[in-house]
């Protein structure tokens, strides 16, 4: 057997670990953002917060935009599965807009808003990971 071509496969099935982990992430941080995007819709006195935040936007407001971005997270995700490299790029930009949404909603859910960011975190880097010579194998 050839080296090169069993390194190749080698790198092939990390390529593919990767990806199936950002694009499964992104899914399961899509669902969490509508759950809370929903929850702010729909019992808007679930969420606290104090008067001085300069991010203070109305609950339900908060919630549209958990809303949208759950959904197009989770869609993204499923670019991602699906191998389209274009969808990896979109998978890093929602994840970091993700991250940033999240960092301004610390205030209303702080445990849950820091559990978003790392999972986003861990979407960028496992969508960062490798390069698109390596995600196309021959």
Partial sequence: MD??????RQRSRWVTGF?????????VIGIFQIVVGLTAIFEDTFYVLSDNYLFGFDVSTWGWIHLALG??????????LAGQVWAR???????????????????????WSMLIIAADVAVIWALTKYGRDEAIVP
Avoid: D, K
Wanted: proline letters at 4%.
């Fill in 3 to 8: 080296t090169t071509s069993s390194s190749m």
């Fill in 19 to 27: 990806a199936v982990f950002g694009g499964s992430m992104m899914i």
């Fill in 71 to 80: 959904v197009i997270v989770a869609a993204g995700g499923v670019g991602v």
């Fill in 89 to 111: 790029v979109l998978g890093i930009v929602l994840a970091a807009l993700s991250a940033v949404a999240n960092f301004l909603f610390l205030p209303y859910y702080p445990l």
